[in-house]
Protein backbone atom coordinates (compact mmCIF):
# COMPACT_ATOMS: atom_id res chain seq x y z
CA UNK A 1 0.00 0.00 0.00
CA UNK A 2 2.77 2.40 0.77
CA UNK A 3 3.94 1.48 -2.65
CA UNK A 4 0.83 2.36 -3.71
CA UNK A 5 0.60 5.50 -2.01
CA UNK A 6 4.58 6.74 -2.87
CA UNK A 7 3.54 5.84 -6.67
CA UNK A 8 0.54 8.56 -6.22
CA UNK A 9 2.80 11.08 -4.50
CA UNK A 10 5.44 10.70 -7.06
CA UNK A 11 3.51 10.80 -9.85
CA UNK A 12 1.52 13.85 -8.20
CA UNK A 13 5.43 15.44 -7.52
CA UNK A 14 5.98 14.47 -11.20
CA UNK A 15 2.86 16.19 -12.87
CA UNK A 16 3.77 19.40 -10.95
CA UNK A 17 7.22 19.52 -11.71
CA UNK A 18 6.14 18.87 -15.60
CA UNK A 19 3.23 21.77 -15.37
CA UNK A 20 6.25 24.12 -13.88
CA UNK A 21 8.22 23.70 -16.05
CA UNK A 22 6.25 23.96 -18.94
CA UNK A 23 5.13 26.99 -17.29
CA UNK A 24 8.49 28.24 -17.02
CA UNK A 25 9.15 27.06 -20.80
CA UNK A 26 6.58 29.69 -21.97
CA UNK A 27 7.65 32.37 -19.71
CA UNK A 28 11.27 32.05 -21.29
CA UNK A 29 9.99 32.34 -25.13
CA UNK A 30 7.66 34.95 -24.22
CA UNK A 31 10.84 37.16 -22.65
CA UNK A 32 12.47 36.21 -25.69
CA UNK A 33 10.16 37.22 -27.86
CA UNK A 34 9.93 40.64 -25.68
CA UNK A 35 13.47 40.56 -25.99
CA UNK A 36 13.30 40.35 -29.62
CA UNK A 37 10.65 43.60 -29.72
CA UNK A 38 12.46 45.40 -27.51
CA UNK A 39 15.76 45.28 -29.79
CA UNK A 40 13.26 46.17 -32.74
CA UNK A 41 12.14 48.98 -30.86
CA UNK A 42 15.75 50.17 -29.73
CA UNK A 43 16.40 49.59 -33.69
CA UNK A 44 13.86 51.42 -34.69
CA UNK A 45 14.39 54.53 -31.85
CA UNK A 46 17.98 54.09 -33.26
CA UNK A 47 17.11 55.00 -36.62
CA UNK A 48 14.63 57.90 -35.23
CA UNK A 49 17.54 59.29 -33.34
CA UNK A 50 19.36 59.31 -36.83
CA UNK A 51 16.43 61.01 -38.80
CA UNK A 52 16.19 63.51 -35.78
CA UNK A 53 20.35 64.53 -36.21
CA UNK A 54 20.32 64.14 -39.79
CA UNK A 55 16.96 67.09 -39.71
CA UNK A 56 18.72 68.64 -37.76
CA UNK A 57 22.28 68.76 -39.81
CA UNK A 58 20.21 69.88 -42.73
CA UNK A 59 18.54 72.81 -40.90
CA UNK A 60 21.64 73.68 -39.95
CA UNK A 61 23.36 73.45 -43.46
CA UNK A 62 20.03 75.47 -44.63
CA UNK A 63 20.76 78.03 -42.32
CA UNK A 64 24.50 78.62 -43.09
CA UNK A 65 23.28 78.58 -47.07
CA UNK A 66 20.84 81.93 -45.97
CA UNK A 67 23.62 83.58 -44.78
CA UNK A 68 26.30 82.88 -47.57
CA UNK A 69 23.95 83.75 -49.78
CA UNK A 70 22.51 87.19 -47.66
CA UNK A 71 26.95 87.54 -47.71
CA UNK A 72 26.81 87.41 -51.41
CA UNK A 73 23.82 89.52 -52.00
CA UNK A 74 25.88 92.26 -49.59
CA UNK A 75 28.87 91.39 -51.34
CA UNK A 76 27.35 91.86 -54.76
CA UNK A 77 26.00 95.63 -53.78
CA UNK A 78 29.39 96.39 -52.54
CA UNK A 79 30.66 95.71 -55.49
CA UNK A 80 28.41 97.47 -57.83
CA UNK A 81 29.02 100.71 -55.24
CA UNK A 82 32.81 100.21 -55.97
CA UNK A 83 32.68 100.23 -59.74
CA UNK A 84 30.71 103.33 -59.48
CA UNK A 85 33.25 105.06 -57.62
CA UNK A 86 35.49 103.59 -59.87
CA UNK A 87 33.84 105.12 -63.32
CA UNK A 88 33.45 107.94 -61.20
CA UNK A 89 37.24 108.45 -60.38
CA UNK A 90 38.09 107.06 -63.86
CA UNK A 91 35.77 109.76 -65.83
CA UNK A 92 37.27 112.97 -63.18
CA UNK A 93 40.85 111.72 -64.02
CA UNK A 94 39.68 112.59 -67.26
CA UNK A 95 38.02 115.55 -67.02
CA UNK A 96 41.64 116.94 -65.20
CA UNK A 97 43.63 115.49 -68.21
CA UNK A 98 41.16 117.79 -70.28
CA UNK A 99 41.91 120.46 -68.53
CA UNK A 100 45.20 120.27 -68.02
CA UNK A 101 45.25 119.82 -71.87
CA UNK A 102 43.32 123.08 -71.93
CA UNK A 103 45.78 125.00 -69.18
CA UNK A 104 48.88 124.14 -71.44
CA UNK A 105 47.29 125.18 -74.40
CA UNK A 106 45.97 128.13 -72.46
CA UNK A 107 49.72 128.89 -71.35
CA UNK A 108 51.49 127.84 -74.64
CA UNK A 109 49.23 130.49 -76.44
CA UNK A 110 50.00 133.17 -73.78
CA UNK A 111 53.60 132.38 -73.89
CA UNK A 112 53.52 133.18 -78.36
CA UNK A 113 51.56 136.22 -76.90
CA UNK A 114 54.49 137.31 -74.88
CA UNK A 115 56.59 136.62 -77.55
CA UNK A 116 54.75 138.78 -79.88
CA UNK A 117 54.74 141.78 -77.90
Known amino acids: MQNGKAQKEMTALISEVSSEFTAQSREIESTESQSRKVDEAEAGLETQNQFRSTIVLQNQI ?6 IRKMKEDLGEKLSGIKADISAIEANHSSIKA ?3 AIKAI ?5 ELQQLK
Not at 62 to 67: G, H, M, P, V, Y
Not at 107 to 111: G, P, R, V
Open 62 to 67: DQRLTR
Open 99 to 101: NIS
Open 107 to 111: ISADS
